[in-house]
């Protein structure tokens, strides 16, 4: 099973902060995904990413993957105090009866109004 | 229309028992799959049922957890002989089609799991 580092391992801010939280791995995936993680729920699926070098933006949440497929980055500009929570990245193995998605750590967010 | 849902919410037990916990993933969802999260950390990738191909089971942590789906229907997440270390939150999440394709995964909310 490959594996995924996030860091950093928690962050915490000021209203109005930018900050970026990183997911790498030595392997290649076929695509990567962003969840969000709220106390007491299950995570919540942000965004996918697919082609080496794409970048997505989801309102104040940019997302890029990197050119070899093994890494994404995770960036978040004016951090307000809803965006607390558990950030996690999941990469797909390409396996023959489908994809497993493996999820690293994840990064802990606390935004302080 | 109805997410993921699993039973019990909260389950706690004595050390040594057995416990099942239930996963109802969403309908038509070919793919579901069972993690654990401890307090504060990210998901242990247990077991990845996909269709009717043979499980992946290689996250299951010793031969005391075991997992069963019928057909493209309900799984149960069993641990036998209930060790302090298995405390954790138990998330299943089901999926239209392998994860990655574009298709997100659909989580329940966990059944925390208490050893005592």
Known sequence: TQLLEQSPQFLSIQEGENLTVYCNSSSVFSSLQWYRQ???E?????VTVVT???VKKLKRLTFQFGDARKDSSLHITAAQPGDTGLYLCAGAEWMEYGNKLVFGAGTILRVKS | GAGVSQSPSNKVTEKGKDVELRCDPISGHTALYW???RLGQGLEFLIYF??????DKSGLPSDRFSAERTGESVSTLTIQRTQQEDSAVYLCASTLQGAGRGSPLHFGNGTRLTVT
């Open chain 1, 38 to 40: 709220e106390p007491g």
């Open chain 1, 42 to 46: 299950g995570p919540v699926l942000l």
């Open chain 1, 52 to 54: 080496g070098g794409e």
């Open chain 2, 35 to 37: 993690y654990r999260q």
């Open chain 2, 50 to 55: 996909q269709g009717n191909s043979a499980p």
